[in-house]
């Protein structure tokens, strides 16, 4: 293969191992049309790059995000590119000249072009599935990573509308005729198809938690929390502080109602501080979280 080739194929793979799914590598060797020992030349190739390559219980790869999602965390492009500059502009026999250049040239600019490639892909699933949504015509999600079943497949689905900042398609799944909400994040690539829309479904009932969870049909809770667990819920769920309810209770200053469309992703919460939280109701909740888990807080 020309070095070209190559070239294309570890940008395609930087691309797909910096989004939010951990790849079998005979998943990556099937997409490539390559073999596996292929890819763990690729994968080690990249770790010579000062990419971070984690792996999964299942032997499955990506790349370690970044914090806050930054690739260059002590300069931006142009300050490396000044860097290389005054560096290039050292004496050509300078003992450290060649080997500072290497580093700047293959350690950082790599990972640069590696985050803009991901990115370059996200738009283009989100302008796939808007054209779809507008010629109102099916999308096959390539290479679709799902938290439930823990398994990368192709869907078909028919697009409704992008919800929570562009971050999710909400869509009817063709296979099992239910609406669900995909994460894009973990779709491989998008492909417009021809078949046109079946299904109108009524979503006027439809809603999204606070804990990702979604459906047509809500359930209340009420939960007490302490002032940790409330500080939590609001900065990583980003539930409006003032929606809480102060109360003068010393061990549960504040009570969160509020509706869910699962028990699973409340659940996950309240088992993540089981000592900062106390269940109030439903009864529901309260009887999924025995079933999962003993010594709950439940009143």
Avoid at 78 to 102: M, N, Q
């Amino acid at each position: 293969m020309s070095e070209d080739k190559t070239a294309i194929r570890i940008l395609s793979l930087l691309s797909l191992l910096h989004r939010d799914i951990y790849w079998p590598v005979e998943r990556l060797a099937q997409r490539f049309g390559t073999t596996k020992r292929t890819i763990y030349r690729y994968l080690k190739d990249l770790e010579q790059m000062n990419y971070t390559i984690v792996k999964d219980e299942q032997n499955r790869y990506r790349i370690a995000a970044s914090p806050a999602g930054k690739y260059l965390p002590e300069f931006d492009p142009d300050e490396y590119i000044f860097l290389r500059e005054i560096v290039a502009s050292a004496r050509p026999d300078h003992p450290l000249r060649h080997a500072i250049l290497e580093k700047i040239n293959e350690n950082i600019q790599l990972p640069v072009i590696g985050g803009v490639v991901s990115q370059q892909v996200t738009t283009n699933i989100l302008e796939t599935i808007q054209q779809a949504m507008h010629e109102g015509v099916r999308v096959k999600l390539v290479d679709y990573y799902s938290l439930r079943s823990d398994k990368i497949s192709d869907r078909v689905i028919e697009p409704v509308k992008l919800i929570r900042g562009m971050r999710y398609i909400l869509g009817v799944d063709v296979e099992t005729a239910s609406v669900r909400q995909f994460k894009i994040d973990r779709i491989g690539g998008a492909v417009k198809l021809k078949t046109k829309m079946s299904n109108h479904p009524d979503i006027s009932d439809w809603g999204v938690d606070d804990f990702y969870m979604n459906g047509f049909k809500g359930t209340r809770v009420k939960i007490g929390l302490t002032m940790k667990a409330a500080n939590l819920l609001c900065e990583e769920y980003g539930v409006n502080p003032q929606s809480l309810k102060k109360e003068e209770n010393n061990s549960y200053p504040f009570t969160y109602e509020a509706t869910v469309y699962g028990m699973e992703g409340v659940g996950r919460f309240v088992m993540g501080l089981i000592d900062q939280v106390k269940v109030y109701g439903p009864e529901r909740l309260k009887t999924y979280l025995r079933k999962k888990y003993v010594d709950v807080n439940v009143e």
